[in-house]
């Protein structure tokens, strides 16, 4: 019976691995574009208190902000799966927090642009949408923010909100380290009689095994540590959605699991 070693994230295969490479060549490429997205935060700040002026200011004002939404998302994206091709690697982990951060930072910067469209009434949004075609890329995104006028909070609050997102989220993230990184499932025995450490990469390839020894084994193996740690998982959880429902002043969790699906009909 032969005891098989899991490879570690340095002898895996390149051609099995994410390709980090095509969203930027280097942590420091990634830093760097970070930085300039922080500098183009710093411009779109002037348009604050004026966004709701005129129809020019609205549509400069969507149109910058989703550019900078899609530099923050190749960035932070990079940085997140940097974190998971191995999070126990502590130079990966360090980068996300870079990025986490900056997105903290620039959310809190960027957070006066919803209560200032809110507060457009009706019929002057409709006007300004009809001065400019430039409208029509950003009709849903208009529609579904009018759709939660009543969670969206004032401008004082979605800044302090903003910035103190990654400290509200920290249960989510207690989790995700818990899970990804912490956890170990133990040794099972595979098809052949040898050990093998459980994963969560690896699980299905034992608990849908045609044996039912080993399904049963790597089934008991899988659930004991989350056994284990129920009381923590559980105030994990409350604690997340406790957070989640609240700080928007949502009553019941149904409500923004409606908005976020909404789709485009």
Known sequence: MADKQLPS?????????????????????MRQALNQTAESVQEFTQL???VGENATNLLTA?????????????????????RDSDTTDTEAVGIYGEAANALSKISAQMAFLDPEIIAIDEDTLKEYQSTDHAFDEFKFELEQLRSQRDHILSDKEEKLLSRVNKALDG???IYNTLNDADLSFGKVHDDNGDLVE??????????????????????LAYEKPYYDLRNTFAQTFNSLWDLKIHRRRFDIMIVPVKLHFQVIT
Do not use: P
């Open 9 to 29: 994230r340095d002898e895996v295969a390149d051609n099995l691995k994410w390709n980090l490479a095509l969203l930027f060549d280097s942590d420091d490429q």
């Open 48 to 50: 604050e208190g004026h």
């Open 62 to 82: 969507l149109q910058t902000s989703k550019r900078i939404d899609e530099q923050l998302e190749r960035e932070y994206v990079y940085a997140f799966m940097r």
């Open 171 to 173: 249960a989510e993230e």
């Open 198 to 219: 459980l994963t969560h990469g690896n699980r299905s390839q034992f608990t849908e095994s045609q044996h039912r020894e080993v399904r049963k084994e790597a089934t």
